[in-house]
Structures are given as C-alpha cells and as structure tokens.
T-cell receptor
Framework: NAGVTQTPKFRVLKTGQSMTLLCAQDMNHEYMYWYRQDPGMGLRLIHYSVGEGTTAKGEVPDGYNVSRLKKQNFLLGLESAAPSQTSVYFC????????????FGPGTRLTVL | AQSVTQLGSHVSVSEGALVLLRCNYSSSVPPYLFWYVQYPNQGLQLLLKYTTGATLVKGINGFEAEFKKSETSFHLTKPSAHMSDAAEYFCAVSYTGTASKLTFGTGTRLQVTL
C-alpha cells in the first residue's frame, strides 16, 4: 500500500514549456486534490475531483488544467509554464465522509525559469 | 469567506518547554479543524483533527488541541518540546458539504533550541 505518490519529484521548466504532474493513489479514494505551497502562503487549492470523470476549480485554478480519467489518478497540467508557477505541488486524496482525513503525497518541486 | 489565521510565522522554544501554536478561524457554520505537520522536504502529516464531540482532541507525538467555539480558536499545545518537533505546522479548516476542501493557514515554523 503506497498511499499517495507523485511523479516527478523535481522538475525545471523554461517559460512557455508544458508538463503534466501525475498523482496516483491506491486507497480507492473518491476525492482527489491538487494544492500548491508557496512561502508564507500555506497551501492553496488549485483543482479538485469528487470522483472519476469529474473536476472542479479551487482557489487558484488559472494556468492549470486537470483530468481524472481513472479513479486512482489525478493529473495536473501546465500548458504554458510561467515563473509564477514555481512552487511545490502537493496532491491529496480523501475517502469521503466527514470524519475522514486527506492523505498527502510527498510533493513535486517545480521551478520555472 | 472562510479563513484561517495562524499567529506567528516563527515560534522558538527551548527543549522541554511548553509549545503553543495559535490558530483562529472565521466562519458562520460549524467547522472541521485540523493540524498538520510538515518536516523538511516532506509532505503533510495529520497531527489531529476535530469534527464533532469532545472539544479537547489528542493527537500523535503528544500534541493536543482544544476547540473553543466562543473564541473561534483551535490552538495546538504540547507540554514539553522535543528537538524532533522542529517542523512547520499548518492549521486547516473544512466544512460539511464542501467536498472536504481544506483552507490552510499560512503556517508556523517551530524551532526547538537546547
């Protein structure tokens, strides 16, 4: 049981390049989330999904797209990276029900030059 | 809009001293409250949570927090700090019916000195 995994762990992009971050969970959780963490700002929600085939915008969705084609995977895409997207990205998953908690992946550190 | 405020971006305590990390939330509906810890270059780990019931919540590593509705607070405490407690701590809130989206505070970095 690996929990929540993220690929890649580190990446450096040039402005305008595109990339996809992969989040995978093996806990059969319904809900999945993408957050970004920036110094002094805590974690902010980018997009989330309440089930396979669904996605919704969070607090800071601009410049990102997501897809949830399979229940266990949640992809975060950057179509044209900008320096403002330099951040640490965390994925989380959640079974559902008010008493459960979100489980976080180890993070992806992205630098956009 | 709901928000979470953590007072003090950096807190320094001596080993063996009381740890007190402050968290206040603002909302008009009952919250679910969480404390997460993040060690350097790692993801977030849940310390404890409050959903319903007893307002004093005990978590891992000797931490506890008390939900005080009248003060809209959920402060984190530990009677005696250990060097291994040095980390960043995040308070977060969610609400029923919102897909359990978490709103985080800006974090408090705890330093423990000898």
């Amino acid at each position: 049981n690996a929990g929540v995994t993220q690929t890649p762990k580190f990446r450096v992009l040039k402005t305008g390049q595109s990339m996809t971050l992969l989040c995978a969970q093996d806990m059969n959780h319904e809900y999945m989330y993408w957050y970004r963490q920036d110094p002094g700002m805590g974690l902010r929600l980018i997009h989330y999904s309440v089930g396979e085939g669904t996605t919704a915008k969070g607090e800071v969705p601009d410049g990102y797209n997501v897809s949830r084609l399979k229940k266990q995977n949640f992809l975060l895409g950057l179509e044209s990276a900008a320096p403002s997207q330099t951040s640490v990205y965390f994925c989380a998953s959640y079974r559902g029900g008010d008493v459960d908690t979100q489980y976080f992946g180890p993070g992806t550190r992205l630098t956009v030059l | 809009a709901q928000s979470v405020t953590q007072l003090g971006s950096h807190v320094s305590v001596s080993e063996g001293a009381l740890v007190l990390l402050r968290c206040n939330y603002s909302s008009s509906v009952p919250p679910y409250l969480f404390w997460y810890v993040q060690y350097p270059n790692q993801g977030l780990q849940l310390l404890l949570k409050y959903t319903t019931g007893a307002t004093l919540v005990k978590g891992i590593n000797g931490f506890e927090a008390e939900f005080k509705k009248s003060e809209t607070s959920f402060h984190l405490t530990k009677p005696s700090a250990h060097m291994s407690d040095a980390a960043e701590y995040f308070c977060a809130v969610s609400y029923t019916g919102t897909a359990s989206k978490l709103t985080f505070g800006t974090g408090t970095r705890l330093q423990v000195t000898l």
